[in-house]
Structure formats: C-alpha cells, structure tokens
C-alpha cells in the first residue's frame, strides 16, 4: 500500500525548488526575447543605411559635373600693307650736280608736293619720301619718291606695277632689281624694285625706258 501522506519539511523544500525553478525559466525566456529583438533591431539599421554627408556631396557632383570649355582660338590677323619711315632725305637720292648732269636747265623746286594719282602721292600714303626738281624754264618736273615697304605692301606694288607697265631688265638684274616703265597722260612712269626699296620717277622728259636710265643708276647707288 503506497504511502500518501506528505511530510511537512519535504513539502516545503520541493516548493522553494519548484519556484526557483519556474523563476529560472522565466528568466532565460525573458533573456532570450530582449537577445532576438536586439538582433533584429541590429538587421533593420545594417539594412536601411542612412546616407552620410560625404555620401551626398558625391551624388550631386556626379549628377552636375562641371565642364571646362576650351578657350577659342584667335584667327592669325592678316599683317596690313604699309612701308616704314625713310631716313634719307631729298639730297641723299639726287644731288643738284646729279641733276645738273641730268640736264642743266632742272634745279629744286621749293614748292614741290606730289601730282595728285601719280606714284609718288602713292608713295607718300606708304610713308615713302617724295621729292621734285622743276625745268627753269618749262616748269615740267621729275618727280621721285623711295618707299620700304613690308612683304606684303612689296607684293602688292609689284604685282601692280607687272599688270601696268613692261619688265625693263636694262634698269637692274632680276630679282635682285625688278624694273618696270610706262608711258601714260603725258608723263613717262619708271618703277625699280629691290630687296629694300621701291623707286619711282615721273617726269614728262621720260619718253622711253631708256630715258631715265641715267638717274635711276644715280639713285640705287646712293641708296647703296
């Protein structure tokens, strides 16, 4: 016959066992639900990252780049047509014995500027020096202007003088001299073109090239 009766003092200690028990298990159960939700409280904030500001500052400078445009380059401008000053003075192309030899009836003429349209009103347009000597008697003058020009005012002289007069060979040897005459409003119209200078003499004395061979030697040699 099985035993029921229940002694007091084993009663007793199984009921402080029992609690204990019951209040370890509450305790793991309650430690083991804060343990999970932490963990997802862990995953929610690695999985939703907040952008930082260094983050920001890439994203707007991707999407607005700045672009450095390239300067544009300047057209080469063109030089312009022009002659430089002369030194030399009227005396230093033909002296008054140089134009005496020439014929002994031409002196200075005082009151000389250039005939308007002619080469030496050209000449003076291109900073050329111009000069005239007058027929004492006949008042007719020789007129002679001497430009330096640049490259480009050369070319275009020559050019000019090449589709207005005839080549002359007699005044210089090409290319180191270039000679051109015309004779044209009653006025006979010599060219020379050298490295340096171009040389111009107008006079209706000049009836041929040949005419003005004379002074023009006269004027390249003082020009040197």
């Given at each position: ?61 991707s999407a607005d780049p700045t672009t450095s445009a390239e300067p544009a380059s300047s057209p080469t401008p063109t030089p312009e047509a022009t002659g430089a000053p002369i030194t030399q003075i009227c005396g230093d192309l033909l002296t008054l014995q140089d ?126």
């Amino acid at each position: 016959m099985t035993d029921t009766r229940v002694y007091p003092s084993f009663a007793r200690t199984a009921a402080r066992t029992g609690g204990a028990s019951t209040r370890r298990r509450a305790g793991l159960m309650l430690t083991g639900g804060a343990l999970f939700a932490l963990l997802l409280a862990g995953c929610s904030a690695g999985g939703e990252p907040t952008p930082t500001n260094s983050a920001v500052a890439t994203s707007g400078a991707s999407a607005d780049p700045t672009t450095s445009a390239e300067p544009a380059s300047s057209p080469t401008p063109t030089p312009e047509a022009t002659g430089a000053p002369i030194t030399q003075i009227c005396g230093d192309l033909l002296t008054l014995q140089d134009v005496y030899d020439f014929n002994p009836n031409y002196g200075s003429a005082p009151d000389y500027s250039p005939t308007a349209d002619g080469l030496a009103a050209t000449a003076a347009t291109y900073n050329g020096l111009t000069c005239g000597w007058s027929n004492q008697t006949s008042g007719e003058l020789i007129e002679v202007s001497v430009v330096a020009p640049n490259d480009v005012l050369m070319a275009a002289l020559k050019q000019q003088a090449d589709a207005d007069s005839q080549a002359v060979p007699t005044y210089g040897t090409p290319p180191t001299v270039d000679g051109f005459f015309t004779y044209s409003g009653g006025s006979g119209q010599a060219q020379v073109f050298t490295g340096t200078y171009w040389i111009t003499l107008s006079t209706p004395a000049f009836g041929e090239p040949g005419d003005a061979e004379g002074l023009l030697s006269v004027i390249l040699a003082h020009l040197g």
